[in-house]
C-alpha cells in the first residue's frame, strides 16, 4: 500500500510582514451625514496572492468598498474604498507552494492560503477601524468571515 506524502507544517513564527501599502483609500463621508441614521452597511470585498518563488515572497491585495443605506434618512449616503497591499517573507516558501510554469499553476498548500488571508483580512479590519474614526463610516467593523470564503472573493468584482 502507497503512503500519502505528508505536506510540510507551516510554521507560522517564519512569516515576517515585511511591506505594506494602502494603494488606494477614498472616504465619501458628506458633513451633514447623520451616522445614527444608518440602518445598514453593504460591502464587497476582493482577494489576491502573488508569489515570488526565488526571494521566497508572497504578495497579497486586499479591496473593499463599503456603502451605507440610511433609507432616505440621509441626502447622500457615504461610502469608502480602499485597496491594501501585504508583502510577507516566509522562510521555507518553496516547501508550502509551487509552481508549474508550463500550465501557469500555482500550487499552495491550503494551510498557508488560509494564514496569509487571515493575517490580511484581520490586519485589514484594525487599519479600517482607524481611518474610519470620526468619519461617517467609524461605525463599520468589517466582519468576520472564514478565510477559506476570502480566497474565493476575486479581488476584480471590486469595483471603485
Known amino acids: ?19 505594506f501599502r494602502i494603494l488606494q483609500g477614498a472616504l465619501d463621508s458628506p458633513f451633514t451625514f447623520s451616522i445614527s441614521s444608518v440602518e445598514t452597511y453593504s460591502y464587497k470585498v ?3 496572492m502573488g508569489f515570488n518563488f526565488d526571494e521566497e515572497r508572497i504578495k497579497s491585495e486586499f479591496k473593499i468598498r463599503i456603502d451605507t443605506n440610511s433609507g432616505g434618512k440621509n441626502e447622500i449616503e457615504a ?6 497591499t501585504f508583502v510577507f517573507g516566509l522562510e521555507g516558501l518553496n516547501n508550502l507552494a ?3 510554469s508550463k500550465a501557469n499553476i500555482v500550487d499552495v498548500s491550503p ?11 484581520s ?9 474610519f474614526k470620526g468619519t461617517a463610516l467609524e461605525n463599520f467593523i468589517l466582519p468576520v468571515i472564514s478565510p477559506n470564503d ?9 469595483k471603485s
Open 79 to 84: 461610502s469608502g474604498m480602499f485597496h491594501f
Open 1 to 19: 500500500m502507497a503512503k500519502q506524502k505528508k505536506s510540510p507544517e507551516l510554521d507560522p513564527s517564519k512569516i515576517q510582514i515585511l511591506d
Open 98 to 100: 509551487s509552481h508549474d
Open 46 to 48: 476582493g482577494f489576491d
Open 111 to 121: 494551510t498557508l492560503a488560509n494564514a496569509i488571508s487571515s493575517i490580511t483580512y
Open 150 to 158: 476570502l480566497l474565493a472573493m476575486p479581488l476584480e468584482a471590486v
Open 123 to 131: 490586519t485589514s479590519r484594525g487599519i479600517l477601524m482607524s481611518r
